[in-house]
Nanobody, 120 residues
Framework: QMQPVESGGRSVQAGDSLRLTCAAY????????MGWFRQAPGKEREFVSS????????HYADSVQGRFTISRDNAKNTVYLQMNSLKPEDTAVYYC?????????????WGQGTQVTVSS
């Protein structure tokens, strides 16, 4: 099965930028639309962004539109999430996963994710 591994999260201040990386182990990302999700303490996991395999079409949650950019390097089997103008409400554990129908994760278990903490 696919084993996405997230990295790049750390503690930053409001207004800072970060780039998260999702690398595949086991089954590759080839042919899969990929997405980023996040879960804040005490809240449900929510959709952040996704990108298709064939056209590279992107989708974003309203809360991150204009601030975050998703991209992928299919040759490197890697997906990125560039996060600019970070806000405290962006604080969460971020996960990547294959998706269908734009925002529906195609997995039955999640990885460890990577922690992003944004201070005021």
């Amino acid at each position: 099965q696919m084993q996405p591994v997230e990295s790049g999260g750390r503690s930053v201040q409001a207004g800072d930028s970060l780039r998260l990386t999702c690398a595949a182990y086991g089954r590759t990302f080839r042919g899969y639309n990929m997405g980023w999700f996040r879960q804040a303490p005490g809240k449900e996991r929510e959709f952040v962004s996704s990108i298709t395999w064939s056209e590279g079409t992107t989708h974003y949650a309203d809360s991150v539109q204009g601030r975050f950019t998703i991209s992928r390097d299919n040759a490197k089997n890697t997906v990125y999430l560039q996060m600019n103008s970070l806000k405290p409400e962006d604080t969460a554990v971020y996960y990547c996963a294959p998706v269908v129908r734009v925002s529906s994760p195609l997995i039955d278990s999640w990885g460890q994710g990577t922690q992003v903490t944004v201070s005021s």
